[in-house]
């Protein structure tokens, strides 16, 4: 098992939102995972909170690794992905962006959305 500098021991549990440190941090968490849904989002978002419980659930329930961007910690990183509204929700599948979402998605497209990539 390879240790990634970013992840930590925990590495391998994805039942929990991963906090993005960097965009090399993302780049690491797209790289190590098959599915990964990035939700680019603010504190001061109203959305962004109503969707948040609802990406922590999806941690848990699919096989998708759930990353967060703070777009007003991470600015850079947000502009390098095009990220003009949030929430905006990026999903990569095997290293590469598959599909990106602007506004709050409901929990059972955001599932089927995962499901129907990570088959």
Do not use: K, N, Y
């Given at each position: 098992m390879t240790t990634d500098a970013y992840a930590g021991p925990n590495a391998e549990s994805t039942d929990?939102?991963?906090?993005?440190?960097?965009?090399?941090?993302?780049?690491?968490?797209?790289?190590?995972h098959d599915v990964v849904l990035v939700d680019f989002f603010?504190?001061?978002?109203?959305?962004?909170?109503?969707?948040?419980?609802?990406?922590?659930?999806?941690?848990?329930?699919?096989?998708?690794t759930i990353a967060t961007v703070d777009v007003d910690q991470h600015q850079a990183l947000a502009a390098e992905y095009g990220v003009r509204g949030v929430p905006?929700?990026?999903?990569?599948?095997?290293?590469e962006q598959a599909e990106q979402h602007t506004g709050?998605?409901?929990?059972?497209?955001l599932r089927d959305l995962i499901e129907g990539y990570a088959e």
């Open positions: 929990e939102p991963l906090p993005v440190e960097s965009a090399a941090h993302l780049d690491a968490i797209v790289d190590e603010a504190t001061w978002c109203g959305p962004c909170q109503m969707l948040e419980p609802v990406l922590r659930g999806l941690a848990a329930e699919t096989d998708a905006t929700l990026a999903l990569f599948v095997d290293g709050a998605l409901p929990a059972d497209r």
